[in-house]
C-alpha cells in the first residue's frame, strides 16, 4: 500500500543516511546534503497526498486583460534617465543544469558551440559585460548548475576571470528516483559512481527557489542592494535583459509592487504542449499539460481558447523569495516525471517548475512578449536556424537579420542522421543561405555543398540505401529532391 510505502521510504532514508559513516568515493561537497533530505521528505509527502487532478476544469478563466500587458505598450514608454539604477538592482540567473546528451555532445549543455564558435555560456557572458560596460553598473551573472554540470561549469568559468561580469554558482537538489512499484528510493547509498550513478536526479527548475536560499547566496545578493532576478533557460537565445520590461518592473505603483513577471508569446501549433497562463481562484496560475484531465487535453492545446504560452523567461522579487520560502508558502505543482534506468527499472522522479510559484506571489503579471523572445535551442534544427544568416550576432544577442522580409522563422526539420551535433556538422561544408526560407525537411543520408541556398518550401528526402549531395552553389526553390544523387571528388 502506499501508507506501507511510506513507511518503508522513511527506513530507507535512515538506512541511506546511516551510510555517512561509510564514505562513498566522491567528494564531500557531492554528498547529499541534510537540507536536501528535508526538501525531499516535503515533496514525498505532498506527492502521497495528491489525489485527482490539481485543477478543477470548470474553475479555469482567461486571465484578465490588464494582468496581461502588451510588450509593445510597455516599449512605447521612454526610457528613463534612471535606467542605470534599475540594472544595478538586478542579477541574471540561468538556468545551467541540463546536459548536451539530447544532442549528442558530452558534458554540460551550455557549452555546445552555437554560432561563430561561441556556446551558451560565451553568449549570456558577453551579452551581461555589454550592459556592465555600456551603462556603468554591476549586473552579476549566477548559474543554477545541477551535480550533472557543476565541475564541469566551475573549470570552464575560469576563461572569464578578465570579463566585466561577477559570476556565481549554486547547485540544485539532488533527489533519490523512486522505484514506480515500490515506492522506495532506488540508491542503496549515497555515492554517485558506477550503477548508482541514475539513482539520482536534479529535480526541475522549481527547485531553485529553495537551493537559491539553501545557498547563502539570496541573502548575499539582497546585502548588496539586489532586487530582482532575470531567470531564463541558457539554451534559450533570445532570453536577453530587456530594458523595457526591467523598467515596466521597477516603476509599479508602490502599493502595488509587481513580484512575478512571467513573459508568454502567442502560441502557434508548434506550441500546443507549452503551459499556460490562467486565471484560477483570482489568481495568475500556470497550466502546464501535465496538469490537464484527459478529456480536456485537445482544449488546451487549443490556439483559439489558450492563446499564450511561457517562455520561462522570468523576473522575480528577490525579497519575496525570501519570504514565500521563509514562510513555506511556495505551494509549486508536483510534476511527476516516468523513466526507465538503462537496465529496465521504471522509476519516477518527482519536479516542480519555476513559473507554477508564480500563484503565490503578489501582484504578479504576464507580459506579452514578441516570439523573438524565445529562441530555444533544443534539437540540431534549432542549431540549424541560429546558425545561419537569418540571425545576426551583436555583442552576444542574436537578432532577426533585416534582409528577411518577415519575421516569422522557417520550420526546419532534419532527420535523424542530424541529430548528434557532430554529425550535423559533418553534413554541411558551409551552413546555406536560408533568408528567403519558408519550410525545410531532410531526411535520410543527404550532405550539403558550400554556398547552397534555400528558398521557399524544400523537401529533400534520400531512401534507405541512398544518398544524395546538394551541390556547392545550388538554389533550391521550392523543390522536393528525392532519389539517389552522389557528386564525387574527381
Known amino acids: 500500500t502506499i501508507l506501507g510505502g511510506y513507511s518503508s521510504y522513511t527506513e530507507a532514508l535512515q538506512m541511506l543516511s546511516l551510510t555517512r559513516c561509510q564514505p562513498p568515493k566522491i567528494s564531500i561537497q557531492s554528498l547529499i546534503s541534510k537540507k536536501d533530505f528535508e526538501g525531499f521528505k516535503n515533496l514525498f509527502h505532498r506527492f502521497l497526498q495528491v489525489k485527482g487532478p490539481s485543477v478543477k476544469w470548470d474553475k479555469i478563466h482567461k486571465p484578465p486583460e490588464d494582468l496581461i500587458h502588451p510588450y509593445d505598450k510597455i516599449k512605447a514608454q521612454a526610457l528613463p534617465d534612471s535606467v542605470a539604477a534599475s540594472l544595478n538592482k538586478l542579477v ?171 513573459e508568454v508569446t502567442d502560441k502557434t501549433r508548434a506550441d500546443v504542449k507549452g503551459g499556460t497562463l490562467i486565471q484560477y481562484d483570482d489568481k495568475l496560475r500556470l497550466l502546464e499539460i501535465a496538469q490537464v484531465p484527459k478529456a480536456h487535453v485537445d482544449e488546451f492545446k487549443s490556439v483559439t481558447k489558450f492563446k499564450i504560452f511561457n517562455t520561462n523567461n522570468l523576473w522575480i522579487s528577490l525579497a519575496a523569495i525570501k519570504r514565500l520560502h521563509e514562510q513555506n508558502t511556495m505551494d509549486m505543482e508536483i510534476i511527476v516525471n516516468p523513466k526507465t534506468l538503462d537496465g529496465g527499472l521504471n522509476v519516477i522522479q518527482l519536479e516542480t517548475a519555476v513559473g507554477a510559484a508564480i500563484k503565490a506571489f503578489d501582484n504578479a503579471l504576464g507580459v506579452n512578449v514578441p516570439r523573438s523572445r524565445f529562441l530555444p535551442v533544443k534539437t540540431s534544427s534549432d542549431l540549424l536556424l541560429v546558425m545561419s544568416n537569418l540571425y545576426s550576432l551583436d555583442a552576444g544577442s542574436l537578432t532577426m537579420s533585416k534582409k528577411r522580409e518577415f519575421p516569422s522563422t522557417p520550420h526546419v526539420k532534419l532527420g535523424s542522421s542530424f541529430t548528434k551535433v557532430h554529425d550535423f556538422l559533418m553534413r554541411f561544408e558551409s551552413i546555406p543561405d536560408m533568408l528567403e526560407l519558408d519550410h525545410l525537411t531532410v531526411s535520410g543520408d543527404v550532405t550539403f555543398g558550400k554556398n547552397v541556398s534555400l528558398k521557399g518550401t524544400v523537401i529533400i528526402i534520400a531512401n534507405h540505401g541512398d544518398r544524395i549531395d546538394i551541390p556547392a552553389g545550388a538554389v533550391l526553390e521550392n523543390k522536393i529532391v528525392s532519389g539517389n544523387l552522389r557528386i564525387l571528388d574527381h
Open 92 to 262: 541574471v540567473v540561468k538556468l545551467n543544469g541540463g546536459l548536451g546528451t539530447s544532442m549528442g555532445c558530452k558534458g554540460p549543455k551550455s557549452v555546445i558551440s552555437v554560432r561563430n564558435e561561441n556556446t551558451f555560456l560565451d553568449l549570456t557572458v558577453h551579452q551581461i559585460e555589454h550592459l556592465n560596460k555600456t551603462f556603468n553598473v554591476d549586473v552579476p551573472l549566477v548559474l543554477m548548475n545541477s551535480f550533472n554540470t557543476d565541475e564541469d561549469t566551475k573549470k570552464i568559468l575560469q576563461k572569464y576571470t578578465h570579463h566585466r561580469v561577477h559570476i556565481h554558482t549554486f547547485n540544485q537538489s539532488r533527489y533519490p528516483r523512486i522505484n514506480k512499484e515500490s515506492l522506495l528510493p532506488v540508491a542503496k547509498d549515497l555515492g554517485m559512481h558506477g550503477d548508482h550513478a541514475d539513482a539520482w536526479y536534479p529535480p526541475g527548475h522549481g527547485d531553485i527557489y529553495a537551493s537559491f536560499y539553501n545557498s547563502g547566496l539570496l541573502d548575499q545578493l539582497i546585502a548588496a542592494g539586489k532586487e530582482y532576478i532575470f531567470v531564463s533557460n541558457i539554451d534559450n537565445l533570445g532570453a536577453t535583459v530587456d530594458l523595457f520590461i526591467l523598467n515596466h518592473l521597477m516603476t509599479q505603483p508602490k502599493d502595488k509592487r509587481c513580484e512575478f513577471i512571467m
